[in-house]
């Protein structure tokens, strides 16, 4: 077996989750390290104190407060960003196990990869970067990478979290290479330019924007889509937003829901439901699994970089559950992202986020921070309201509102 240092490729027998480790698995013995040095434990490698240190943050406590699609008071059984990002790391590692990737390092990328969201989901975020236009806008992904290195005071020698160098490729790169080989961004990335978090952060420990992340780190992304399509369908089907026979219209969703009523044709709905869940999720990870195998195979991969030379994403679903994807999201889109109660109560979330930034920016001694911690005469920029912004669970957004305004929505 094979396995990189400093981008060279050596051999190696290593064990991940009680199965040998593949060549192409990342191996944390042979991290490129963290930005401020710290002696190894005794107990735990490189990824798993990543994995580690990102659970016992607070911006991962504050994931359980936080927007997925409905706000926090519509039920208690709809997702949040904590399940959400549970439900991805669950994957993630099925994924990492069953291709002989290290599983520490899949975790790491898949329960960091939404702590840069504002309140209110998508919504907040579209405030932000609205509120943002003349400062480089707002990115959730670049404010992913804002909290893990700079936003985190937990620790005595460094702001941040530390993380390795592989943990903060995988969040950055979340969706793929962010530049072409001269350097110009690319994909969303192309119309704004690349955001200033990152390419400060780049200055001091360069992610190599050019090239795909980790196999580690691409099954984080693509379980993040699995996750996205399963509860989706199953938070859009408890509200009432479609129905099961509204989901036939999806080739694959009728063939899963076709095997559950032969196999069970008196079944309840709610069980009904729960089992198309399950099924698609394994169908899901089952393709990928098999697709990237093949992808891998054709790459002949040595060592980990070489999984970043390929050119192309290697842990990926095949052309037919690619479309299937995409026709499960055309589907959401319409009838749950775009409802007509769900962009009611956005709108009004926007507002509150905007109404908030405004207020801050107009008084900076109404931030809570600023009145604890700083001079009343030291400036506070653009940038610093939106982090703290960002930073806040719905309620807190909403009782900092109802604290600066007369009337404050409820969002129902």
Not at 7 to 32: I, L
Not at 111 to 138: I, Q, T
Not at 339 to 344: F, K, S
Not at 353 to 377: I, K, S, T
Request: hydrophobic letters at 40%.
């Amino acid at each position: 077996m094979a396995y990189e240092v400093n981008g060279k490729c050596g051999d190696t027998m290593a064990v991940s989750g009680g199965r040998a480790r593949a060549p192409y698995a990342a191996d944390p013995a042979a991290s490129r390290g963290r930005l401020h040095a710290e002696p190894p434990s005794a107990t735990r490698s490189d990824f798993r104190r990543d994995c580690d240190r990102i659970i016992h943050s607070a911006a991962f406590r504050r994931l359980a407060h936080k927007t997925q699609v409905f706000i926090y008071h519509e039920g208690d059984h709809y997702r949040t960003r904590l399940t959400h990002t549970l439900e991805v790391t669950q994957i993630a590692r099925s994924l990492a196990r069953a291709l002989g990737l290290e599983e520490d390092l899949a975790e790491a990328c898949a329960l960091a990869h939404d702590l840069g969201h504002p309140p209110f989901g998508h919504s907040g975020e579209r405030a932000l970067d609205l509120c943002l236009a003349a400062d480089g806008g707002f990115d959730h992904n670049a404010q992913t990478l804002s909290v893990v290195t700079r936003l985190e005071h937990r620790y005595a020698g460094f702001d941040g979290l530390n993380l390795t160098w592989e943990t903060l490729e995988g969040l950055v790169k979340h969706n793929g290479p962010l530049t072409d080989a001269g350097g110009a961004p690319m994909g969303r990335q192309a119309k704004r330019g690349l955001a200033k978090e990152i390419t400060e952060y780049c200055a001091r420990q360069d992610l190599c924007l050019v090239q795909f992340p980790s196999a580690e780190a691409q099954a984080g992304a693509i379980a993040d889509d699995i996750a996205y399509d399963a509860h989706d369908i199953d938070d859009g089907l408890r509200a009432g937003m479609f129905s099961i026979d509204d989901l036939r219209e999806i080739p694959l969703l009728r063939d899963i829901l076709a095997g559950i009523a032969e196999r069970h044709p008196r079944i309840e709905a709610p069980r009904q439901i729960h089992e198309l869940g399950r099924r698609l999720i394994t169908r899901m990870i089952e393709d990928v699994i098999e697709r990237s195998e093949a992808l891998i195979a054709g790459c002949r991969p040595a060592c980990a970089d070489d999984i970043r030379r390929c050119g192309a994403a290697v842990v990926a679903f095949s052309p037919a559950m690619a479309a299937a994807d995409r026709t499960i999201k055309s589907f959401l889109f319409p009838r749950m992202y775009r409802h007509p109660r769900i962009m009611r109560i956005m709108g009004e979330a926007e507002a509150v986020v905007r109404a908030l930034f405004e207020r801050y920016q107009r008084d900076p001694d109404e931030l809570p921070w600023r009145r604890l911690r700083e001079a009343p005469d030291t400036p506070v920029s653009a940038r610093q309201i939106a982090d703290f912004i960002a930073g806040m669970t719905d309620r807190y957004a909403l009782s900092e509102h109802m604290r600066l305004f007369d009337s404050t929505p409820e969002l129902r």
